[in-house]
């Protein structure tokens, strides 16, 4: 009789455990169907949100970001050197060429000069003063100091965008430029010689888990992004640039782009993945077509025979910015000659146009 009743109990717990095992598989499974149904949104900042995929937006963003867009910032880095100034004139000139015009979503402008004092630019040029790296810090790469200055300005001043362009001095804006950035997703322009996966045990000193694929083949500029997402990630971009200088493996391979793989691995840290704007910008002479991009980075060297393009070999015509590192360029810089690039002519055409009617352009 007691052995009877110990089975009865024994087949009583076994039956109540299977059935608590199968009420869990089935919640799980629920469960994981309700998490594969969902729309790939991102919902909310942090780590432990959902990452989207990066998105090749190719389409002209004109017809299609929202009817509701909201205005963004345009901020850029910049020193007192006269090869910084020569170039920042020339982008304030052209983005207050386009800000009002019809499909613009460009609000004010800074120039954010990691300095620690003014200098002579301050009324020509909205400018906000913060602190260098301390002496010796950047060991030389004087990019480092973007991310710091970056997150000062952020902290301190009165910013009535809710969202933010990260440009550079070297950036023309062709057209009215919407805000790319779609909700929480920032929007970002992908760079040929940025391949995390080919660099991935480095990249794993400082991005430990996770895809290689959630590190964007990105920099920090051009990026259009959400206020409240930059104050997040800045802190984290400056740490990983400090981290990348010092560590010498990185440092020697990244090299002079080593402040943009920081910023990708500073995003893929937060989980923010950006949408890829193909057509965000053009860079001459490796681009022919302006298209339907919005903005020219004239970071390469332009040279040019009487029949082709010699790429880095100075000929008949050369245009590189390296140049006038000592000065700003002169007035009306001779065109290159036909059969160049559409980019190099309107390149060479904007910044005519820049010199000759931004008031005492020779003296800085």
Known sequence: MNRRIRM?????????????????????????????????????????????????????????????RLKFHVAVTATDSLYSKWQ?????????????????????????????????????????????????????????????????WLEKAKIEEEYILMGEPDHLFVKPLPNLAQGKNPAAYPFIYFKPEENEN??????????????????????????????????????????????????????????????????????????IHVNFMVQPPRDWNIGSSYIIHYTYGCDYNKKELTYGKITDWHFDKRSFQDGPPPKDLTLPPPGAPETVVRLMSMVNEATAKIPGWENL
């Open 202 to 275: 480095i990249i794993r000193k400082f991005y430990p888990i996770g895809s290689i694929l959630n590190v964007d083949p990105i920099g920090s500029s051009p990026v259009i992004i959400a206020k409240s997402l930059l104050k997040e990630i800045a802190p984290t971009w400056m740490n990983i640039s400090l981290q990348i200088k010092r560590d010498p493996e990185a440092d020697s391979t990244f090299d002079w782009v080593q402040e943009m793989y920081a910023y990708a691995i500073a995003s893929a840290l937060h989980g923010v993945k950006h949408n």
């Open 88 to 152: 920042c004139r020339i982008m304030y000139y052209w983005y207050k060429r386009v800000k009002d015009l019809p499909g613009s979503d460009m609000g004010g402008f800074t120039r954010v000069l990691h300095l620690g004092h003014s200098d002579t630019l301050m009324e020509e040029i909205p400018s906000f003063v913060v602190d260098p790296l301390p002496e010796g810090v950047d060991q030389g790469y004087i990019v480092l100091n973007r991310p710091w200055a970056f997150v000062q």
């Open 8 to 68: 009865g109990r024994g087949a009583m717990f076994l039956y109540v455990v299977l059935a608590f095992g199968f009420c869990i598989a089935i919640c799980n499974f629920s469960t994981l169907l309700l998490i594969r149904s969902q729309p790939k949104v991102l919902s909310s900042y942090g780590p432990d949100r959902r990452v989207e995929p990066v998105i090749n937006m190719a389409m002209d963003p004109d017809q299609g970001v929202g009817l509701n």
